[in-house]
């Protein structure tokens, strides 16, 4: 028995005193009977029940004052502020340049590396029907 109390004294440690939201029913079951059955361990989930209820109130106390404070905004400016900011025309050549030789090293590897030393390899091309028309008429 004196096992088991730790076991749930932890559990109620772990888990809060909403005997519902733990995650074992068994070990929750347990603890119904031990709150019934002990007033101690009964006086300790009425002080967890009243330290959560407590912190709960202390924490929308304090989300009210932060949103009516406007300290959200303020750091959120101050953080955009501090970001660098480059022009959009350098960064878009950047990223340009970036594709450019990431194609360029991909195309030295395909005939270098990738290149089979074989027979010449044939390429074949499949042109869209919806944009070139259907084949055999001759008509775009």
């Given at each position: ?5 730790i ?12 005997l519902?939201?733990?995650?074992e ?11 019934l ?7 300790r989930?009425?002080?967890?029940a ?12 304090t ?6 404070s406007?300290?959200?905004?303020r750091?959120?400016r ?12 350098r960064r ?7 594709l450019?030789?990431?194609?360029a ?15 010449p ?15 055999g008429t001759?008509?775009?």
């Amino acid at each position: 028995m004196a096992r088991d109390l730790i076991d749930i004294a932890d559990a109620l440690d772990r888990h809060g005193a909403d005997l519902a939201a733990w995650p074992e029913p068994a070990l929750a079951a347990k603890a119904r009977e031990a709150a019934l059955a002990d007033r101690s361990f009964r006086a300790r989930l009425e002080r967890q029940a009243d330290l959560e209820a407590g912190l709960a109130a202390l924490r929308d106390m304090t989300d009210g004052e932060i949103a009516g404070s406007g300290a959200v905004a303020r750091v959120e400016r101050a953080v955009l502020g501090a970001t660098p900011r480059w022009l959009d025309a350098r960064r878009w050549a950047l990223i340009a340049a970036a594709l450019v030789v990431a194609a360029a090293l991909g195309a030295l590897a395909d005939l270098t590396i990738l290149a089979p030393a074989g027979e010449p390899s044939f390429e074949v091309v499949v042109l869209d029907p919806l944009v070139f028309g259907p084949t055999g008429t001759g008509s775009p």
